[in-house]
């Protein structure tokens, strides 16, 4: 495992700026070298780009459009990577081990598993480690055993809600969510996979259901993101090309948009939506008004660039590269 630090962009990075008049806007389109970074794993003011094929890995600052660190080998095939300030946890599925590196990519401590890892969180304090069949090992950063316990069954997804460990199963007809230690339940729920805020979402069954006020939500099928801005949650539907708006489980407002979404944040006042297979950013303020623009291949991840409350980056999975949006 190796470490470079890149400090010039123009050793590594190729540049190039777009201006729209129409729209006031500036693009910048900076390649980072990472392609197909599915889940990317924000640190202060950087993020963590994982290719999980080529088994490389870039620490990205993004105000400053420098590769901080690059790493040539993480693991197998690595799907998630926690920032320690001093050092990384790495976890990768199929090796299947929870590690620990240092900065410089040196090995300090490995756990190794008899199951694939199923997926993982981290709370700041400990990782929770999820493998098939449903056994949950909780660590600490030093990857001393915390807990061993387990879900009633093979539970897909992992939460943490109200400091309570929540499981989420997909298409199963006997129970949807487990609280761990405590009896699942069968809401009615298809593909619970989604958890914003108090908000989990149902993607293939096209509801959300609240798990502070117990009300379910009937929107539309094939739900690709949600957001929750402290006071409205923004839901998409790839069904319908819509955008719905929740406030107090109730559907307060609904706006369609002229391509796909695959995501949907807010950055300051603007809605700002990603269709991953068009390669577009929409952006509007109300709902009517949409601005579209072009991105690179496959647009995953909106990226906040410092505290702006209207400008913004795109990470695009397909070409490797951060797109930046100034307004």
Not at 7 to 27: D, G, K, N
């Amino acid at each position: 495992m190796h470490r470079h630090t890149l400090r010039f962009m123009i050793s590594f990075l190729f540049l190039i700026l777009l201006f729209s008049s129409v729209f006031s806007v500036t693009i910048e389109k900076v390649y980072v070298g990472i392609k197909y970074s599915f889940r990317n794993f924000r640190t202060n003011g950087d993020v963590i780009f994982i290719d999980p094929f080529s088994r490389n890995m870039a620490v990205y600052d993004i105000s400053s459009k420098q590769i901080l660190s690059y790493f040539n080998y993480i693991g197998n095939f690595v799907i998630a990577v926690y920032d320690l300030k001093n050092s990384y946890l790495v976890v990768d599925r199929t090796g299947p081990y929870l590690s620990k590196i240092s900065l410089d990519g040196e090995l300090l401590f490995s756990v190794k598993f008899e199951r694939r890892i199923q997926g993982s969180l981290f709370d700041g304090k400990n990782v929770y480690i999820l493998l098939e069949g449903g056994a949950l090992h909780i660590y600490d950063t030093n990857l001393k055993l915390v807990s061993k316990s387990a879900f009633s069954g093979s539970a897909a997804y992992i939460f943490l809600w109200r400091n309570k460990v929540l499981g989420t199963y997909l298409w199963n007809e006997s129970q949807d969510v487990e609280f761990l230690n405590e009896k699942p339940v069968k809401i009615g729920l298809t593909t619970p996979s989604i958890l914003v805020n108090d908000l989990l979402v149902d993607t293939r069954g096209g509801q959300v259901y609240n798990l502070a006020s117990s009300k379910l939500t009937k929107l539309a099928s094939y739900i690709s993101s949600a957001y929750f801005d402290g006071e409205i949650y923004y839901i998409a539907s790839m069904s319908n090309s819509t955008i719905y708006m929740l406030k107090n489980d109730e559907i307060i407002g609904t706006f369609k948009v002229p391509y796909t979404p695959t995501y949907v944040t807010k950055v300051g006042q603007q809605v700002v939506i990603l269709s991953a297979p068009y390669n577009k950013v929409m952006v509007t303020s109300n709902g009517k008004d949409i601005i579209t623009l072009d991105t690179g291949d496959y647009p995953l991840e909106v990226l906040r660039i410092n505290n702006s409350s209207n400008s913004f980056a795109v990470y695009c999975s397909d070409s490797g590269e951060v797109y930046y949006y100034y307004f």
